[in-house]
């Protein structure tokens, strides 16, 4: 066990060391000079010069790669052009969005995706089954957005049960202010649900060709049972572990809710930011959702791995 | 294609009359992407502040938009950038994916490498890699196809990489191999017609969630220039009229879901009647 985690923890190392020289690249692939890039239009020939020696951008790549990962390691991702703020404050201030939003979905995510995939896969080859599968099929086939403005249209616009944009902090306003989640966490989930529910339906099918499965039917014990003990059980090994990626993979999903719903998160950070052109602010989300999405991988497999055994590393 | 083929194709489709429902939606489309000229009832670029946002009524099916201009053709002619794009993605996925899927897994310490390097831009969420190609590269079209694809090309490279490895250990295969067949002759007569099939359930799931994709950056403003009609476009301009203007947000919206939804239909009829040694490929993709 110990030497898989090492195993493992070795590789995500390997593969976060190779997307930073990517990340890093970034900023000196866009057109233009890096230093603009960095500065922005309006910097005076002092400023440049004070950065051109500070970044060390007179000095060979590879030391410039070196330093910038050494930075990047010790929290400091550079300026935001627009804030003129540290990118990792800029993005600190984001978090909270973000997290409740992601958070709020995964529930979404568990309590519609995981008893319908459980219907379904029981209900096997049933009318049931097929609509409930064809359903999720559609929900995937959905843009988020469209589904978001509908949501707005329908439950801010019409009805005026829930706001339609942005977010105050709860340490401001209370939980009270999580109601204005409700909508953009219900969007990110529609298609997430969908998958997890495919997922569910597909793995409890898995397991119920399983001896095991059989040898329980066998000895008599009631159906449900069979169901809930030997089936779902071991089927959900394997939706709780694609819990982990999703909610990893929601970090970059939400950027076009986060801007339908104009919220506060890292999302429309991202895409306010792309307009702007505040490109360290680009880079260093990228790094941040790629160092967590490779982090909560990391830790799924190994939890996977302590849970079940069987598994080998491939 | 003899006859005998085109019967076998649309075995999964007899068992399924909803997936033939999707053949026929995919191919309303592309009537409308080719005869957009003739199928218009108006020029989807014509200005008329007179009739701006009319709901839809006789003379105009789904209505008008802000500028007057007339939605059920901005729709039809829409058709023709969802093609672009879904057969463009398509395209990239495969004519990168194929050579570095094969190879790797003909040749395993070459494909050691690269496999790694797939890995690693797996790790970029495939969104967040759209808009940091499209930073690099500009908006337009050809970034667009070019920003979407690089996200399916690894998906797909990883689908190859498998089939090739289990289509090589066949039995055919090696004793093709013992009798001196070389790395060509393998590629070519075994490899790639046993890739068929299995590429055309991964071609219609990418061709479904490059749609989506593509959405998505339009709507963000990152996609085709605004003035181009896409679904995309005509959604994001429709935001701001919501309220007023509820058919601006229905009838784009529904195109996108109707041509996602149908070519979903058609890659899962697809997918239950390839070779199940093959199936299990597809796990968890798409």
């Known amino acids: ?314 | 294609m003899n006859l005998d083929g085109i019967a076998l194709w649309m075995t999964p489709f007899k068992a399924r009359p909803i997936a033939l429902a999707g053949i026929c939606v995919l191919l309303a489309v592309v009537l409308a992407a080719v005869f957009a000229p003739w199928l218009a009832p108006y020029d989807p670029y014509a200005i008329h502040p007179a009739i701006r946002l009319l709901p839809p009524h006789a003379g105009h099916w789904f209505g008008t938009d802000q500028f007057g201009r007339d939605t059920l053709s901005r729709a039809i002619y829409s058709a023709r950038m969802a093609l672009l794009i879904g057969s463009g993605v398509v395209f990239f996925a495969l004519i990168t994916g194929i050579p570095i899927g094969v190879f790797s897994a003909l040749f395993p310490r070459l494909g050691h490498v690269l496999m790694r390097a797939v890995d690693v831009l797996m790790a970029f969420p495939s969104l967040l890699l759209a808009l940091g190609l499209i930073v690099i590269l500009g908006p337009s079209v050809a970034n667009a196809i070019i920003a979407i694809g690089a996200g399916y090309m690894t998906t797909t490279t990883r689908i190859i990489y498998g089939l090739t490895l289990r289509l090589r250990a066949e039995t055919y295969v090696e004793a093709s191999r013992s009798m001196g067949a070389g790395t060509n002759w393998l590629v070519i007569r075994h490899i790639l017609p046993n890739l068929v099939s299995p590429l055309l359930v991964q071609a219609s799931f990418v061709f479904a969630f490059a749609q989506l994709g593509a959405a998505s950056l339009d709507f963000l403003g990152l996609g085709a220039p605004p003035e181009i009609p896409s679904w995309g476009n005509m959604l994001a301009e429709s935001r701001t009229f919501i309220t007023r203007a509820p058919w601006l947000l229905f009838f784009p919206g529904s195109m996108i879901v109707f041509t996602a939804f149908s070519l979903n239909l058609v890659g899962d009829a697809l997918r239950d009647r390839l070779d199940p040694r093959l199936r299990d490929v597809f796990r968890g993709e798409a």
């Open chain 1, 1 to 314: 066990m110990f030497s898989y985690a090492v195993k493992r923890a070795g590789a995500t190392a390997v593969t976060l060391l190779a997307a930073s020289v990517i990340i890093f690249a970034f900023i000196h692939v866009i057109p233009g000079d890096p230093i603009y890039v960095l500065l922005g239009d309006t910097a005076t020939p002092d400023q440049i010069e004070a950065l051109r020696h500070q970044l060390g951008l007179d000095q060979p790549i590879v030391v410039q790669y070196v330093e910038w990962a050494g930075r990047a390691l010790s929290g400091d991702l550079g300026r935001s052009i627009f804030f003129q703020a540290p990118v990792l404050s800029v993005i600190a201030d984001g978090a909270e969005t973000s997290t409740l939003l992601a958070t709020m979905t995964m529930i979404w995510v568990a309590l519609i995706g995981v008893p319908i995939g459980m219907v379904a896969a029981v209900r096997h080859g049933t009318w049931l089954d097929q609509g409930l599968s064809g359903a999720a099929m559609l929900m995937a086939s959905v843009p988020t957005f469209w589904v978001g403005l509908y949501l707005i249209l329908i439950f801010a616009a019409r009805l005026g049960w829930l706001p339609s944009s942005g977010y105050p902090s709860i340490f401001d306003g209370g939980l009270g202010n999580l109601r204005y989640l409700i909508l953009p966490s219900l969007t990110l989930a529609a298609p997430n649900a969908a998958l997890i529910l495919r997922l569910t339906r597909a793995s409890m099918l898995d397991v119920s060709h399983e001896d095991y499965v059989r040898t329980a039917r066998a000895k008599g014990i009631r159906p449900w049972q069979v169901v809930r003990r030997h089936i779902l059980r071991n089927a959900l090994l394997t939706v709780v572990s694609a819990f982990g990626f999703t909610f990893a993979a929601l970090l970059s999903e939400a950027v076009v809710t986060e801007t339908v719903f104009a919220l506060p998160g890292i999302g429309r950070l991202v895409v306010q930011s792309i307009l702007r052109r505040d490109y360290p602010v680009i880079q260093g989300v990228i790094l941040v959702i790629v160092v967590l999405y490779l982090l909560i991988n990391l830790f799924v497999d190994i939890g996977y791995r302590l849970l079940d055994p069987r598994v080998e590393l491939q």
